[in-house]
């Protein structure tokens, strides 16, 4: 192992850690709990909390293993999931003494991981659940596990992309914790809500965890291509724990098939394919993280270098914005201005409207949607987080945000799943302070309009000057340049025709000096 010089170095230096050598999870817990004791209908998280000597010994037997990160006994330890047992007041202390429990084993020889698992719950439209309820029952775990010394969160066995984007933001937000976010993956490829690796990655990489990838979800054999979907798309550190194959009855017994030896020759591939971490799930023992282990000690990741990826997403579809792809287009006609009627519907509440016109759109073609609710004298972020929800409830594609209303900008990013679009801001320090943190919370683009306190300005090379800005404010506040979109606007070309060729000098400026992609309005052409 290669802590010699203490836990807290290691925290410090995980990121170099993953690029030198695979870093290895423990096994099943669930299962070795029924080993000793835990009867079926029993609260897991209850159990340990009682007998703390046995989670004290699975966690010995993993480190001894091989096993540098253990789990901690709290996957189901969330408000929601012990209210089954009547336990909801009960979530602090029993994710804190489950804490406790690991890190009296691990002393300075492992990494302790608070397990992080599903509540149960499902997002609207989808459910009844809301974000703000995800996010406040995952901080409360985050929060008890980094009181009681935690030294990284890892999330499991999700279904659904929105809530595991609710659970990272909570221990991001409230934690300073590495993030490994997983996801649990279907036969036919996908999460239960439809979500494609490809999909999950865009998303997670633009919300800052330290490592996304997959467990449960079958065996090594299923999570193999899933691994390798993830790492076409992304450079960001991958982790797997594939169960011990598909479990199978016999005599009434979940038997599961892979063999120590077996999970190790698959691990190599998991390496090859690009996974830093690699663990257990469902049916795994010590045996078969030792095996994991031997056969890993002193391997090196593989070097992935994937093209950076420009992409939208939704639950189940993401757009990749490039040179490579077909030009695309936001479809607009969810917007108030000049639309009695459509005014109306939002004023009301309703709604049925917006979903229509989203079907619309979609159906002829709009890959994109943009969503603007700006009825004068309404509530603006109850109407965006309602037309939001309408929409996904109607269509499956990325949104555009569009409002100069910052807290209806976040109502809106709280209710999407997916990685959308705001729509916008300018170069005015004041928009730039209040829409680029929003942006690096909830992981999404930004579209920058090339124009400041002055208006627009007359000349390429002031446009430029003010895409430069919104640019150096994006990196201070840690997006990505794939995070950034430029419009360097269009004027009326009817009236003003010496501008198009200040816009058209403009684009060319953004995308060859500064690498960015660009937007542009063509209302104003004609």
């Known amino acids: 192992m290669f802590w010699v010089k203490g836990v807290k170095h290691l925290i410090k230096d995980l990121a170099s850690l993953l690029r030198e050598r695979i870093i290895i999870l423990d ?30 010994e699975i966690h010995g037997q993993y480190i001894e293993a091989g096993a540098d990160i253990i789990q901690t006994n709290t996957f189901g330890a969330n408000r929601f999931k012990l209210t089954e047992y009547g336990l909801q007041d009960r979530v602090a202390e029993i994710n804190k003494a489950a804490v406790k429990a690991a890190k009296k084993v691990a002393g300075s020889g492992a990494l302790v991981a608070i ?93 800052g965890v330290t490592a996304i990838g997959a467990n449960c979800s079958g065996g090594p054999k299923e999570l193999l291509p899933v691994i390798e979907e993830m790492a ?28 120590p030896e077996s999970m190790a020759v698959y691990a190599l591939s998991l390496r090859e394919a690009g996974a830093n971490l690699i663990g257990g799930c469902c049916g795994t023992t010590p045996a078969h993280i030792r095996a994991m282990a031997e056969i890993l000690r002193g391997l090196p990741p593989v070097t992935r270098r994937p093209k950076r990826v420009r992409a939208l997403a939704s639950r189940s579809r993401y757009v990749v914005l490039s040179e490579d792809s077909p030009l695309h287009f936001i479809g607009e006609r969810i917007n108030p201005t000049a639309r009695k009627k459509l005014g109306q519907d939002i004023a009301r509440g309703s709604m049925a409207m917006v979903a229509e016109e989203a079907r619309k759109q979609v159906e002829a073609g709009a890959p994109l949607i943009d969503v603007n609710v700006g009825v004068p004298g309404i509530d603006e972020p109850s109407a965006m987080e309602k037309a939001v929800i309408a929409v996904q409830s109607a269509v499956d594609v990325p949104i555009s945000i569009d409002s100069a209303n910052s807290a209806a900008v976040e109502a809106a990013l709280k209710a999407f799943v997916g990685r959308p679009l705001i729509n916008s801001t300018t170069g005015e320090q004041k928009v730039l302070e209040r829409i680029l943190p929003l942006a690096k919370k909830y992981g999404a683009a930004v579209l920058g309009l090339c124009l400041d306190e002055k208006g627009i300005p007359s000349t390429a090379g002031e446009r430029f000057e003010i895409a430069v800005r919104i640019l150096e404010q994006a990196r201070l506040y840690g997006l990505r340049e794939e995070d950034i979109y430029i419009d360097c606007l269009v004027k009326t070309a009817g009236a003003e025709q010496a501008q198009v060729m200040e816009t058209i000098k403009c684009v060319r400026m953004v995308r060859e000096r500064l690498g960015l992609a660009t937007v542009l309005g063509i209302s104003n052409v004609s």
Do not use: W
């Open 27 to 56: 096994g099943a817990m669930g299962t070795m709990l029924q080993e000793r004791g835990l009867r079926p209908g029993d609260c897991p998280e209850l159990f340990g909390l009682e007998h703390p000597e046995v989670l004290e």
């Open 232 to 259: 076409r798309v992304t450079g960001i550190f991958l982790s797997v724990e594939p169960n011990a194959g598909l479990p199978k009855l016999e005599n009434g017994r979940t038997i599961f098939p892979e063999t």
């Open 115 to 207: 397990d992080i698992g599903p509540t149960g719950r499902l997002l609207q439209p989808a459910g009844d659940a809301t974000f703000d309820q995800l996010y406040e029952a995952f901080r409360e775990q985050v929060v008890a596990g980094a009181e009681a010394g935690a030294d990284l969160v890892s999330i499991e066995t999700m279904t659904d992309i929105g809530e595991l984007r609710a659970a990272v933001i909570a221990a991001r937000e409230n934690t300073d914790l590495p993030i490994l976010a997983h996801l649990t993956f279907e036969p036919n490829g996908r999460t239960m809500m439809g979500t494609s690796p490809a999909g999950a990655a865009l998303v997670l990489e633009a919300l």
